[in-house]
């Protein structure tokens, strides 16, 4: 059995087999609980999260507005509910991810939301938890954990279990049809014999772009559109495991702040599948080599216009809003490397006293003071 930062590498091998389980699964507990999904009347639903939890609403995003059809914002907890929980307009779904089901202000939005008139959905592991209590209700969804690592599967899985969220509320409210549904459910499949692939074409490629840049002091992760959030997701996994400086930034906005500090001794990831971003990549990436630093793209086998220093690619077709789940299961191979090499072994915690102290600020928190009266 795996130990140390070796229980990343094997739970990103149970990733294929978390997507296929997962549509079937998943959406299976989501149809048993489909009377929290309401018919009609959604004006706008919030996807509300914490660190991996927020990054996998940030990527589901735009699934929600192609399969739904209703507006749909990915809020940072602490945001939503000390500030825009007090704006909610009527029709408001929020979707309330934590799979712990413990996170103080997830607990929180989900507690104010209520209050403030909307429906409200607990998405986590843990039924029973104090998340899913404050819900409406729970769907929920389970994921093997092999031990503590930087989380991958359980990103994967909340990802996967948002999107088909989204698939089975465009039933219901008629947006989609079945025969929509079964086009959906077949990319996402497609999904995991990419990520399959993927991870087996590009071990090697990766170790040695990882080993040509192991004493970086700094990443940046750049991402747009549903790949946004892999920026961070990307940049989370740097600091996670390695404990490196890794920045996410907006991929437009590299050229309007961090090109400033960027150089020979810079490496940056891009994650650029093809769509909306792409081309602005390609363009992007030219000024990178202009200023000589270090570019290492993520993206789709046969977008041949971006001239990058490295390229981490996979197999087209998917539509964009399903890359996240290939480019996450690839940036995490990047994150288990970049360890391996500069000689990670564990990413435990220092002491008992600081996970101690750690998950005591996470979860033992005062919320707002109008829940408290």
Same mark, same amino acid.
């Given at each position: ?16 087999e978390?997507?296929?389980?997962? /549509? ?5 507990a989501? +149809?048993e609980?489909? %009377?929290?999904l ?6 706008? #639903? ?5 660190g ?12 929600f ?5 209703v507006?749909? /914002?990915a809020?940072?907890? !602490? ?7 007090? %704006? ?21 939005? $989900? ?8 429906? @409200? #959905? ?5 039924p029973?938890?104090?998340l899913?209590? $404050?819900?409406?209700?729970a769907?929920?969804?389970?994921? @093997?954990?092999?031990?503590?690592a930087?989380?991958?599967?359980s990103?994967?899985?909340?990802? &996967?279990?948002?999107?088909l969220? =989204?698939l089975?509320?465009? !039933?219901?409210t008629g947006? &989609?049809?079945?025969?929509?549904a079964q086009?959906? +459910?077949?990319?996402? !499949? ?9 991870l087996a074409?590009?071990e090697?490629?990766?170790r040695?772009?990882c080993?040509g840049c ?6 940046? /992760?750049?991402? $747009? ?10 940049? =989370?996994k740097? @600091?996670?495991?390695? +404990? #490196?400086?890794?920045i ?12 400033? /500090?960027?150089g020979?001794?810079t ?14 990549a390609?363009?992007? #990436?030219?000024?990178?080599n202009?200023?000589g ?9 046969? !977008?041949?216009?971006?001239? $990058?220093? %490295? ?19 690839? &940036?995490? &191979?990047?994150?288990?490397?970049i ?5 990670v ?8 006293e600081?996970?101690?102290? %750690? ?15």
């Amino acid at each position: 059995m795996a130990t140390g930062i070796d229980i990343m590498r094997e739970e990103l091998a149970l990733t294929p087999e978390v997507i296929r389980k997962g /549509v079937t699964d998943f959406e299976a507990a989501i +149809r048993e609980k489909a %009377h929290l999904l309401p018919e009609s009347g959604i004006k706008k #639903i919030y996807a509300v999260g914490c660190g991996d939890s927020l990054f996998a609403a940030q990527a589901a995003r735009y699934t929600f507005l192609d399969l739904t059809g209703v507006d749909c /914002v990915a809020c940072e907890a !602490l945001e939503f509910c000390r500030y825009e929980a007090d %704006h909610l307009p009527e029709g408001s779904l929020v979707l309330v991810i934590s799979y712990s089901g413990t996170v103080a202000r997830t607990v929180e939005s $989900a507690l104010i939301a209520k209050k403030r008139g909307a429906a @409200v #959905i607990a998405v986590t592991g843990n039924p029973d938890s104090p998340l899913a209590r $404050a819900a409406e209700g729970a769907l929920c969804y389970q994921v @093997v954990s092999l031990g503590y690592a930087p989380g991958t599967i359980s990103f994967t899985a909340a990802l &996967l279990m948002l999107q088909l969220c =989204a698939l089975q509320i465009g !039933l219901r409210t008629g947006h &989609l049809g079945e025969e929509d549904a079964q086009r959906e +459910r077949a990319w996402l !499949l497609r999904a995991a014999d990419t990520v399959e692939e993927a991870l087996a074409e590009n071990e090697q490629g990766v170790r040695e772009i990882c080993a040509g840049c192991a004493d970086a002091e700094q990443f940046t /992760v750049l991402g $747009a559109g549903p790949n946004q959030s892999m920026a961070h997701f990307g940049a =989370a996994k740097l @600091v996670e495991g390695k +404990r #490196i400086d890794g920045i996410p930034q907006d991929l437009e906005e590299w050229a309007h702040l961090k090109f400033f /500090v960027s150089g020979p001794d810079t490496s940056i990831l891009i994650c650029a599948p093809q769509g909306g971003g792409y081309s602005r990549a390609v363009e992007l #990436i030219r000024e990178m080599n202009f200023i000589g630093a270090n570019s290492i793209l993520f993206t789709e086998r046969g !977008l041949d216009r971006a001239e $990058a220093s %490295h390229r981490i690619t996979y197999a087209p077709g998917l539509p964009e809003r399903y890359t996240p789940l290939v480019i996450s299961a690839l &940036l995490g &191979l990047f994150g288990y490397h970049i360890c391996k090499v500069s000689g990670v072994e564990s990413c435990d915690f220092a002491s008992d006293e600081a996970k101690e102290e %750690h998950y005591n600020t996470l979860h033992n928190s005062a919320y707002r003071e109008d829940l408290q009266k």
